[in-house]
């Protein structure tokens, strides 16, 4: 038995014992462990669920693996309670303590979720429970029986006369209270929240939720709402009454840490906070998301302090802030075959190297891949540098008055790439826009061009290009000049997200229109086409989509999935996509049971041509799910599985074995484990092959031997989820 297949052997023997391991040895007498909490909504209402309630039930039981089990149990009751060694210390901090029965709790998450139901206007309801016990395992259910609800008949408004009142009745159709609703707590209390905040908006200062009054008579046969907006607060009596005035703007004071040296005519045109004008809740964060924008300040702070019954100051405040750093990044991957991948990346920033918030951006980045003890490798060096400067360049800071200001970036970048078969240059420049507009993300690029000039092409890999026209445009001298964009919507922008999100990404390319406009005035190159400063250009255009939902069960486990798929077609002056635009699958983030560019196009085994795996294709298709579990500390562990592949399109240059069918489809599974750190979270997947479509028919499914064997499994190092 190989070495790897014994480690496979007592990872499967290890999850056996775990699962088969009692939940409740640590128990004192008399003690039980709460395993489950359930909830059944009784009656004809379906409006409500059990989600609703079950969060004000208040002892949670443990969560669960999958169906039930949880390993973290075991563990901990693999410990002693009488011993206090570093064993069963070890034991207990890595495990899971068994939540302890409190008969108690269920009476007062009763009475719990009885309240909250008065709160959603399910009055007079009831919620019973019943406590089944099997051995030592207690499961409490609750029974809830919802109240009757009122509909709102009638509403009467009530509001201090003057300006104030003609503002509010301005507002009418956006009350969110009205006749037909149902009375509930709830939907009062996000009324009284949102009209505060519109009233702020407009300049009233001192106004808040509290001034709301709400009064429900349904004692007659018609429910009546009395809707009130007083001038004093619910906490104050009604001697504090006073009139309820706009504020305006008076001085405007900006600070900040003489360790950022900005300059100050920059700070005042991204401040939207102007002496005299009228106050504004609504600008003052625009104002502050505009300055925690320039990412140079550990703090913001905006203070308002009023003067007078109709005016108040304004003293922005920011902190210091680390200028200056380096950024490290590396992807690992190695597989049974003994082909090593290193891709390291370092990168040094200067986030105020004006003195106005301008971004310098300089990095190195390296692609190694050789076999050890053979001559076999490849190297790829690249040197990159962007400036971003915030503002949209050509236009105003006026014009954008929102809570982000777009920057404009310039990017140029060379790169040295090193194969068996040839050497490459490429060198890129690059001018667009990026910003963001609440949680829609863009980068666009009105202009981007590179220029790839190839050499050292060795004699055989030049026949095959000769021979092969399809080729031929992928690897020649050329211009890649034209339009490109990225376009990103999620719901939760954190680096590493803590709740359940989903997002889109979207990236489009279009290359060589504008320059084939002017074709008849071109020059012919040496082996037919047009050129622009002595190179052939590319014509194509490019598409790909991402889809992406993470559901977060509870703090420890997650279930994240990817649809992600793309297209590209050259057209005009070009027969293909360029070998660097052409799609491609594998890696540490992407059907990872392959190295990177290992699988595909179709059935095709790997190109003899290519010493190294360069797998390209026009267009891909690939679905991953990954089970995420919390083990202990820092770690976590995951599961996961993907299908998919690269394809080309059917033409006279292409085989049948590129093209898509549904028998190309390649399927992959795997283990990982992470070191999640908050601030950086670093990965090791082990992916395995289970459906290899280049295989001969009858030997395409991997059995478990298979995995362990020559090229059955790869792993992957890499920073952050891979998707």
Same mark, same amino acid.
């Given at each position: ?6 480690? $496979? ?56 693996? !999958? ?19 570093? !064993?069963?210390? +070890? ?131 018609? #429910? ?33 840490? +003489? ?5 100050? #005519? ?49 003293? !922005? ?60 490798? +490849? ?24 809570? #982000? ?28 826009? !990026? ?77 060589? #229109? ?48 990817? $649809? +992600? ?159």
């Amino acid at each position: 038995m190989t070495k790897r297949a014994s480690l $496979l052997f007592v990872s499967l023997a290890a999850l056996l014992l775990a699962g088969s391991c009692s939940t409740t040895r640590v128990l004192s007498e008399g003690e039980y462990r709460l395993a489950s909490n359930k909830v059944q909504i009784q009656g004809r209402n379906k409006q409500l669920t059990p989600s609703d309630v079950s969060s004000y039930i208040k002892q949670p039981a443990n969560s669960s693996f !999958i169906f039930g089990w949880n390993p973290m149990l075991c563990i901990y009751n693999w410990s002693d309670p009488s011993k206090n060694d570093w !064993i069963n210390r +070890s034991l207990r901090n890595v495990g899971t303590a068994p939540v302890v029965f409190n008969s108690f709790q269920v009476g007062s998450s009763c009475e719990n979720i009885r309240k909250h139901l008065d709160y959603l206007g399910y009055y007079n309801s009831e919620v019973t429970s019943k406590v089944d016990t099997v051995r030592r395992l207690v499961k409490v259910t609750y029974y809830v029986q919802p109240g009757e609800r009122c509909r709102i008949d009638s509403l009467v408004y009530k509001v201090p006369e003057g300006e104030f009142s003609k503002e509010f009745f301005e507002d009418l159709p956006n009350v969110g209270v009205k006749t037909g609703d149902w009375l509930s707590e709830k939907s009062l209390e996000a009324e009284s929240v949102r009209g505060a905040s519109h009233f702020r908006n407009l300049g009233y200062y001192d106004f808040s939720k509290y001034n709301y009054f709400f009064t429900a008579d349904t004692l007659d046969s018609r #429910n009546i709402l009395t809707y009130e907006i007083r001038n004093y607060t619910r906490n104050e009596p009604e001697d504090n009454s006073a009139p309820l005035l706009k504020y305006h703007i008076g001085d405007v004071t900006i600070s900040h840490s +003489s360790q950022v040296p900005f300059r100050e #005519n920059v700070l005042r045109k991204i401040n939207l906070i102007k002496p005299g004008d009228i106050y504004s809740e609504r600008m003052v964060n625009n104002t502050y998301n505009r300055l925690s924008s320039l990412r140079l300040f550990n703090s913001v702070g905006i203070e308002m302090v009023p003067v007078d019954s109709s005016t108040v100051d304004c003293r !922005i405040t920011m902190g210091e802030s680390k200028l200056k750093g380096i950024k490290l990044a590396l992807d690992m991957s190695t597989n049974s075959s003994g082909l090593l991948g290193v891709s390291p990346n370092v990168s040094f920033y200067n986030k105020n190297i004006f003195h106005g918030g301008e971004w310098l951006s300089v990095g190195f980045s390296g692609n190694f891949q050789w076999r050890p003890k053979t001559d076999l490798r +490849s190297n790829e060096f690249g040197v990159s540098a962007s400036l971003s400067f915030p503002r949209f360049l050509g236009l105003p800071y006026s014009i954008f008055n929102g809570p #982000n200001i777009p920057r404009t970036e310039i990017q140029a970048a060379f790169n040295y790439q090193n194969r068996p078969e040839f050497t490459r240059f490429i060198t890129n420049l690059s001018y667009g826009y !990026i910003g963001q507009a609440k949680l829609f993300h863009y980068q666009v690029y009105p202009f981007r061009a590179a220029i790839i000039k190839a050499d050292n092409i060795n004699e055989d890999f030049f026949y095959t290009l000769f021979r092969n026209p399809y080729l031929w445009d992928s690897f020649t001298d050329h211009l890649d000049a034209g339009v490109s964009g990225q376009f990103y919507w999620t719901t939760d922008a954190a680096l590493i997200p803590k709740g359940s999100y989903r997002y889109i990404r979207l990236g489009l390319d279009l290359s060589g #229109n504008i320059i084939s406009l002017f074709d008849r005035w071109l020059p012919e190159g040496e082996y037919g086409g047009k050129t622009i400063f002595g190179l052939n250009y590319s014509q194509y255009c490019r598409a790909d989509v991402q889809l992406g939902q993470t559901f977060r069960f509870s703090p420890g486990s997650a279930l994240a999935l990817r $649809l +992600s798929g793309g297209a590209g077609h050259a057209y005009g002056a070009s027969t293909s996509m360029p070998f660097e635009k052409q799609f491609y699958v594998g890696g540490a983030s992407s059907m990872r049971g392959w190295q990177v560019r290992a699988l595909g196009p179709g059935a095709e085994e790997m190109f003899t041509y290519f010493a190294i795996p360069s797998q390209t294709g026009e267009w891909k298709a690939e679905f991953d799910v990954e089970y995420r579990q919390k083990l202990f500390w820092k770690f976590e562990g995951a599961l996961f599985a993907e299908m998919g592949n690269i394809w080309e399109f059917p033409s006279e240059f292409n085989s049948e074995q590129t093209e898509f069918w549904p028998a190309t489809i390649a399927a992959d599974w795997g283990l990982g484990l992470r070191l999640n750190l908050d601030f950086i979270l670093l990965r090791l997947d082990w992916g395995i092959k289970m459906y290899e479509p280049s295989r001969a028919a009858g030997k395409r499914w991997l059995s478990p031997s298979d995995w362990v064997g020559r090229d059955g499994s790869t792993l992957h190092f890499g920073v952050g989820y891979p998707f």
